[in-house]
């Protein structure tokens, strides 16, 4: 069973940067594929960037943001710059079990996937 803790969140000024952390504890990155979400009230819950298990492939549509690994402390990564209002919302980070040896290497950035989620951390931009 997969737990997933983020942290990292609050409250930042439009343009600025922040790195979210999600770290992994009963299971490796080496087999899940890991995914950030968002979710504003009113919304539903959107898939912003996620790792493939394996070698790590990323699959970021929002330019400003990055998805990141670091395998050896079990921990994902979300680097996001140039932040705007919009961004405001609970990050969440979530995972599913994929074969690390899989082609093509590709994850999937859908909520109904994933299988275990962690509890969400705030992202607050506004001056």
């Known amino acids: 069973q997969l737990q997933l803790v983020e942290s990292g969140g609050g409250l930042v000024q439009p343009g600025g940067s922040l790195r979210l952390s999600c770290a992994v504890s009963?299971?490796?990155?080496?087999?899940?594929?890991i995914g950030w979400f968002r979710q504003v009230p009113g919304k539903e819950r959107e898939g912003v960037a996620c790792?493939?298990?394996?070698?790590g492939s990323i699959y970021s549509p929002n330019g400003r943001f990055t998805i990141s690994r670091d395998s050896a402390k079990n921990t994902v990564y979300l680097q996001m710059n140039s932040l705007k209002p919009d961004d405001t919302g609970v990050y969440y980070c979530a995972g599913y079990y994929s074969d690390p040896l899989r082609v093509p290497r590709t994850c999937v950035l859908n909520p109904v996937s994933m299988d275990y989620w962690g509890k969400g951390t705030l992202v607050t931009v506004s001056s």
């Open positions: 009963g299971g490796s990155l080496n087999d899940h594929a």
């Open positions: 790792i493939t298990s394996g070698d």
